[in-house]
């Protein structure tokens, strides 16, 4: 063979670029941003009350109950209509430490009757309301 060479013996030129290199950079930056950034606290400021504790006395309970014919009593006096449950219930939010409101109906009282008193001392402005007897509804 003379001056004229085969093309198979020359050496073959590279066209694509090594990545191997450029991902390992890559990886050691990714790790030295993740290693420096710093911790971030996620935080509620709430604002607690301060000054003394309330007293510990038991808050005074008033008990409404429903019957089966939709009378409300209130601590075991029938009432006469929601006239005067609205009164009883505006003089019990009226009070400097608002009492307790355990509402108790019976299983067959009618549901309206149950929502009037919730909306009636709603209106009145009573918030310490807790509803008794669930026990009477499991089966």
Known sequence: MGPLRDASDEPQV???????PLIDVMLVL?????????????SVDLAMPSGQTPPADKPVVIRVEIDRQGTVWWDAQALAGPAELQARLQ?????PVQPELHLRPDRQARYEVVAAVLAASQRAGVTRIGILGAEQFAQ
């Open 14 to 20: 590279l066209t694509e670029i090594n990545t191997t």
């Open 30 to 42: 990714l790790i030295m941003l993740i290693v420096t950034i710093p911790i971030q606290l996620h």
């Open 91 to 95: 003089e019990a939010a009226a009070r």
